[in-house]
């Protein structure tokens, strides 16, 4: 397993980060323990979850999937210190989940202390903002015309930012959190971050988790750049755009119990003509080179410039064996000129 520094923290991570987030939906505790302990006899240090799941997100799902990982550290707490913990607090928008409102500092003091007591741990090594209080251009929301920027108000946001960063100070000196990220934020969410810990001294962002995959690379360059140049760890979620890139929903089909036979909060936005087109070339592409689509696709994520780990999920062992095996294969320059070949005529089909 090879490793990276997640921004400045000094924590030295592996590059695959184990996501957990059908833990307790789709998967059992049973399920969850063969995976904790699969990753990390990998080699896997890095495991991300949420207070919103497991998913698809319900009141009855909520908290969830960080019950289960705390029962699994209830049982073996001398192996807490093997591995990054990171967590997240859910943004507005989820009425069962503090009324539906924005992230506050009071928000994130007790949500810190609900997460610990699920987790079962005196300590989250990165806590991530799951989504920021202004709308952000994630969720295929990337397209001109889809939101607007000119109707936020800037220094309301800024002092918003400010107050959950004054929290997060305090919860990083009381020992709660050691660092602090973001998730599906921006290049200017990124930057306002860093210059009022600058101005205020108070904890700086250690990284950013974004969709990314080679259906949905919108980070690319602008984003990765910013993240390259202030030191912020970049992390892409969703590197199979929600298992597509594997091919197993092509032709509309739904294999039982995959993630898109569940309802979808967002709905089934990646499934688009070109999307499957795309995804039908890239097996294409994998068969020539002897690969299976889902390695081709994490493969090549591992690869892009400014990439510090990528979170993978599964839901079966042998998905997961799969998976991890792909950070394993370096890909050849013919493979990369092929899959490029692609990408050039889907740059962005969804």
């Known amino acids: 397993m090879k490793y990276s520094t997640l921004g400045r923290t000094g924590l030295e991570v592996s590059r695959v980060c184990l996501g957990t987030m059908t833990w307790g939906t789709q ?17 896997i240090n890095f495991f991300d979850t949420a207070e919103m799941y497991s998913v698809p997100p319900t009141p009855e799902s909520y908290g969830k999937t960080e019950t289960i990982i705390g029962d699994w550290l209830s049982r073996n707490p001398h192996r807490r210190d093997e591995f990054v913990l990171a967590t997240k ?29 699920r ?18 251009p994630h969720f295929a929301k990337h397209h001109p015309g889809r939101i607007t920027f000119t109707d936020v108000d800037t220094e309301a946001h800024k002092a918003q930012m400010l107050e959950i960063l004054q929290a997060l100070d305090e919860s990083v000196k009381a020992g709660k959190i050691r660092h602090f990220g973001l998730s599906d934020d921006t290049t200017w969410g990124i930057s ?20 990314f995959s080679l259906l949905h690379a919108k980070d690319w360059p602008y984003l990765i750049e910013q993240c390259v140049r202030d030191d912020v760890a970049y992390l892409p979620w969703s590197p199979l755009a929600a298992g597509a890139l594997t091919g197993k929903y092509l032709n509309g089909a739904r294999p039982e119990g995959s993630r898109w ?17 795309a995804i039908a070339e890239y097996c294409d592409v994998a068969q ?8 081709l696709a994490l493969a090549w994520c591992d690869q892009v410039d400014g990439v510090t780990s990528t979170i993978i999920g599964a839901t079966k ?22 899959v490029a070949d692609v990408f050039k005529r889907y740059p962005m089909p969804y």
């Open 27 to 43: 998967n059992t505790q049973e399920d969850a323990d063969a995976q904790i302990e699969y990753a990390l006899a990998q080699g």
């Open 89 to 117: 607090i859910a943004g507005n928008g989820l009425r069962y989940i503090r009324g539906g409102g924005d992230i506050t500092g009071e928000a994130i003091i007790s949500s810190i202390d609900a997460s610990l007591e």
């Open 119 to 136: 987790l079962q741990t005196d300590y989250i090594d990165l806590y991530q903002m799951h989504w920021p209080n202004r709308t952000t």
């Open 192 to 211: 306002e971050y860093v210059k009022l810990s600058e101005k205020h001294g108070l904890a700086r962002v250690a990284s950013i988790q974004n969709e």
């Open 261 to 277: 036979s569940y309802a979808q909060r967002n709905g089934l936005f990646r499934d688009t003509e070109l999307s499957n087109a």
């Open 288 to 295: 020539k080179h002897g690969l299976m689509p889902a390695q």
């Open 317 to 338: 062992m042998d998905q997961l064996i799969e998976d991890i095996g792909a950070f394993e294969i370096a890909l050849s320059d013919d493979v990369l000129k092929d």
